[in-house]
C-alpha cells in the first residue's frame, strides 16, 4: 500500500500537497477507490482511499485512523559527521528503527565539513530523505534532523539526557546490555558516534566528565554507518519497540 503525506485534513477529507499529487496521479496512476495510508507527518495516521484525481490534484477519503508507533522510548543519535552518503544511510535507517533524531556533530577526527548555508542545504536533504524513509516503512514521525552542530555545542545538548551512551572501540567491559541492567527507566537517550576515524580519547573524556557511560559494541571494529545502525537497533530492542 501505498503512502502518503497530507494537507490538513477537513470533514474527513484530505488534499495531497502538489508533488506527492503528482507522483500519485502521473507516476503511480492511482485512481478513485485505490486503497491507501495517508500521514500528516507529525503522528497522526489513516487508512484512506483516494476520493478524487484531477490532472496533478489528488484528494483522500479518510476512513480508519492507524495506531500510534512510535516508541515510547526518544533516542537521539549523535553522528561524527560521516561522508555524504554515509549520513544520507543513517537518516533512512534511523527514520526506520524509530530513533527521534539525528544530529551531526563536527568531532576532531571528521574529514566532512559542513558549515554554514552548506550545512543547512544538507540538512533540508536529510530530512527529505527521513521523511521518504517514513512513507516506505509507515511510520508516523520522521526522524528529526538538526542542523550540524560544534563539539561545545553537541556537549551542551547531550547533557540533557536521561542516559548518554558512547560506543567506542577501546570501551571495554560494559555492554549495552548492563547499561540497560543500570538503567532500564531512561525514556530519553542519547547515542554517540564517531566518524571514520573514531572519538578521539579527549571526546571520550568530556563526554564521560558530562555523565555519558562509554560501551562497547563487540570485539570488532565497526565503520561509523555499521555502527549507528548497530548501537540504535539494541537500544530499541533494549528500551523500545524491537
Request: aromatic share 4%.
Amino acid at each position: 500500500m501505498h503512502c502518503f503525506y497530507i494537507e490538513p485534513p477537513e470533514n474527513g477529507v484530505a488534499a495531497l500537497p502538489p508533488e506527492e499529487a503528482k507522483h500519485a496521479a502521473k507516476v503511480l496512476r492511482l485512481q478513485p477507490g485505490d486503497a491507501v495510508c495517508a500521514m500528516d507527518g507529525a503522528g497522526s495516521r489513516w487508512g484512506a482511499e483516494i476520493q478524487a484525481v484531477s490532472g496533478n490534484s489528488v484528494s483522500l477519503r479518510l476512513l480508519e485512523r492507524l495506531p500510534d508507533n512510535e516508541p515510547q522510548v526518544r533516542v537521539t543519535v549523535y553522528q561524527g559527521l560521516p561522508k555524504a552518503e554515509k549520513l544520507d544511510f543513517a537518516a533512512q535507517k534511523l527514520t526506520e528503527l524509530g530513533a527521534a533524531a539525528l544530529v551531526p556533530v563536527k568531532m576532531e577526527r571528521c574529514v566532512a565539513k559542513l558549515e554554514g548555508r552548506d550545512g543547512e542545504k544538507r540538512r533540508e536533504r536529510l530530512a527529505r530523505i527521513a521523511a521518504e524513509a517514513a512513507k516506505q516503512c509507515r511510520r508516523g514521525v520522521p526522524t528529526a534532523v538538526s542542523a550540524p552542530l560544534t563539539w561545545r555545542q553537541a556537549l551542551a545538548r547531550m547533557a540533557e539526557h536521561d542516559l548518554l551512551l558512547a560506543p567506542w572501540e577501546d570501551a571495554s567491559g560494559r555492554h549495552m546490555k548492563d547499561a540497560h541492567a543500570r538503567h532500564p527507566d531512561a525514556r530519553d537517550i542519547g547515542i554517540v558516534i564517531g566518524p571514520e576515524g573514531g572519538m578521539s580519547e579527549a571526546e571520550v573524556a568530556a563526554l564521560t566528565d558530562i555523565g555519558a557511560l562509554p560501551v562497547t559494541l563487540g570485539p570488532r571494529i565497526l565503520r561509523t554507518e555499521t555502527a549507528v545502525v548497530a548501537a540504535a537497533t539494541l537500544a530499541m530492542c533494549l528500551w523500545g519497540d524491537i
